[in-house]
């Protein structure tokens, strides 16, 4: 039995093996992100100079002139070359060129195969042409009284448009996962079965990654909204 009287027992500090454990464990959630991160891109940047370099002239590279080997000097010739095959192929004549190349590998029954579905990829992750989503939008999914946040693409066009079994128009509508928004599903939505929202494709894509967190509102909320301080109309 206690009494106020009696001394507050002292609290167990850990010990000095705990502590160190804890500053080690701390020390490894702030180094291991960054680490990582500069171990990954100094691994590319080698693997590039080991493709790019040997292909390179001897005479003009910056080992000839300074003795030692910059890693990351292939990612520059790279980039360089990169650019003035892009700068040629805007031209008359780098269309011309790249039109009789394409036609010479859709004669080859494997090569074909291969090209076509690494162009399809390049064209989509890298053209600067490609609209991005029109609006954000909400579909019940997976099942009705679920909704979802979806971003509306397009309309539906060609043969999924006329062999499906739907009177109105479809909606391609791409349906993000969380935390990755960059995956997830293509649905083919009947026009009615979309609601369109009015808030920004960049605002639904925040709320998506953050899980609900982070909720788009254009008004204050610091603020009371004045609308509901007046009466209600009779």
Known sequence: ???????????????LFARLRSSFFTGIVVIAPVGLTIWLLWTVMGWVDSVVLPLVPHTITP?????????????????LFTI??????????????????????????????????????????????ERSFEKACLIQYPRRGIWAIGFISTTAKGEVSER???????????????????????????????????????DAAKLVIS??????????PSSPDPAADLPPPE
């Open 1 to 15: 039995m206690t009494t106020p009287f009696d001394e507050e027992p002292q609290r167990h500090r850990p010990g």
């Open 63 to 79: 080992e000839q002139y300074i003795g030692i080997n910059l890693r990351g000097v292939g990612l520059i010739f790279f980039f």
């Open 84 to 129: 003035v095959i892009g700068w040629i192929a805007k031209g008359i004549i780098g269309r011309s060129l790249i039109g009789f190349a394409e036609n010479l590998v859709q004669r080859m029954p494997v090569v074909r195969t291969i090209y076509s579905g690494i162009k399809q990829i390049s064209e989509t992750v890298f053209a600067q042409s």
């Open 164 to 202: 499906t079994e739907t009177t109105g128009a479809l909606m391609s509508v791409f349906l993000p996962t969380t935390p990755n928004p960059t995956s997830g599903f293509l649905l083919f939505v009947p026009k009615e079965d979309v609601i369109e929202l009015e808030m920004s494709v960049e």
């Open 211 to 220: 899980a609900g967190l982070v909720y788009p509102n254009a008004k204050d």
